[in-house]
């Protein structure tokens, strides 16, 4: 209003004076005139772009990537899997029993085996032959023993008549006690020969029990972990040939948080799986638990037995399902480049995050469980489906608009 005031007075001013000597003052005036005119103009402009600068700043978006979030991959069921290691408690070690040249290899490390299977063949030929010369005295010994028998009743019959004959008076009494002593001879060869038969009967089983042990039999059951020879081997008596491990008596081996450690039982009956993705495949009960903590790793360590017959391997790796408690706690991972650049990040630290929430970002804080490379695991703060904002600009803030970039 002042300025249009001021324009009204020149122009009133100007109209008095239309002389020609007032000419150059017009002139002036009109300058003046132009030079208000532009200076409102541009106080005018200069005030419209300021509003627009804070509109535009107040209306700005940001475009952001975002990771949703996943409990850990060993918590998305409702089982802890701990890595354990199979081993066997009784190892049977098969010694040569005698000294010879194994002719033949039944099994090999890895087979799996009864008790009483052909593991390897000895050469047998020598016993055989010392069993056909055994048997051959046996039946020189029986034949013999058929003379002596006949001899005896000979003799026995020679001494009745000569006892007849001397109770008549006509033999002397020299030739009676001669064929007594023909009779007690001839018993006596048979009762060595008895004898003789009974040793040869006993040398028979002594080189059967030879031939047996020239085949190798597993003394368990179980499967041969070690083999030791190979066929046409010359080895010594009490040589280390095979070792079985009696499945039958498996133990399974495993470490535990302590945080978790006191949760577990002696006697408790816990879920064995190959990898751990796969289903339950067999039982073990725990045994026993060491008397003293690892120091080193922070856990205790555990010796189960497995139950019931399975097709597991020692030394295979496993996996001991162990029951979840319903109050621990779910963790999830995040990419590192979630957190600010240049944030420390330790155990246990509480770190801000922002996450999506509807077209705004909201902060939260976590707490930082494990680092591995380039991946966090966080305790606390978060939720199975929430979309943590990836590389967030320094400048953002609670509340900023967003949008989210689609891949």
Request: glycine residues 6%; negative net charge; contains cysteine.
């Amino acid at each position: 209003m002042d300025q249009e005031a001021q324009i009204t007075t020149l122009k009133v001013q100007s109209s008095r004076y239309k002389t020609p000597a007032s000419f150059s003052e017009n002139i002036l005036v009109l300058c003046l005139l132009s030079a208000v005119l532009i200076a409102g103009c541009s106080a005018q402009s200069q005030t419209r772009v300021h509003d627009n600068r804070t509109v535009a700043t107040e209306n700005a978006v940001v475009t952001v990537h975002v990771f949703e979030v996943q409990p850990a991959p060993n918590q998305t069921n409702a089982d802890f899997l701990i890595p354990a290691a199979l081993s066997v408690e009784d190892t049977a070690i098969v010694l040569a029993e005698l000294e010879g040249r194994l002719v033949s290899i039944s099994a090999e490390e890895g087979s799996r085996v009864a008790k009483g299977e052909i593991l390897a063949q000895f050469s047998d030929e020598e016993q055989r032959g010392q069993l056909r010369q055994a048997e051959l005295d046996v039946s020189r010994f029986n034949v013999e023993a058929e003379q002596l028998q006949a001899l005896i009743k000979l003799n026995r019959s020679e001494f009745d008549r000569e006892s007849l004959l001397a109770s008549q008076g006509l033999v002397s009494k020299g030739e009676v006690e001669r064929a007594k002593y023909k009779l007690d001879e001839s018993i006596q060869e048979f009762e060595k020969n008895r004898l003789a038969t009974e040793s040869a009967l006993a040398r028979v089983e002594v080189v059967k029990l030879e031939m047996q042990k020239t085949v190798v039999r597993a003394p368990v059951a179980g499967i041969v972990t070690r083999r030791y020879v190979a066929p046409g081997t010359n080895v010594a008596k009490n040589e280390k040939l095979f070792e079985v491990a009696q499945l039958s008596r498996m133990e399974l081996r495993f470490k535990v948080p302590q945080t978790y450690g006191n949760q577990l039982e002696c006697g408790e009956v816990l879920g064995i799986s190959t990898d751990d993705r796969s289903a339950e495949i067999a039982k073990a009960r725990i045994r026993r638990r060491d008397p003293v903590a690892d120091p080193i790793s922070d856990t205790f360590g555990y010796v189960a037995e497995i139950l019931g017959s399975t097709k597991l391997t020692p030394g295979l790796t496993v996996y001991v399902h162990l029951p979840r408690s319903t109050d621990s706690k779910i963790s999830f991972w995040l990419p590192l480049n979630a957190f600010a650049t240049g944030a420390d990040l330790k155990k246990g630290a509480s770190k801000p995050v922002f996450v999506v929430a509807g077209e705004r970002v909201s902060s939260r804080v976590v707490v930082i469980q494990t680092i591995e490379g380039d991946q966090v695991e966080v305790e606390s703060g978060l939720l199975k489906g929430d979309r943590v904002i990836l590389a967030p600009p320094a400048n953002l803030k609670d509340g900023d608009r967003i949008a989210v970039s689609q891949p």
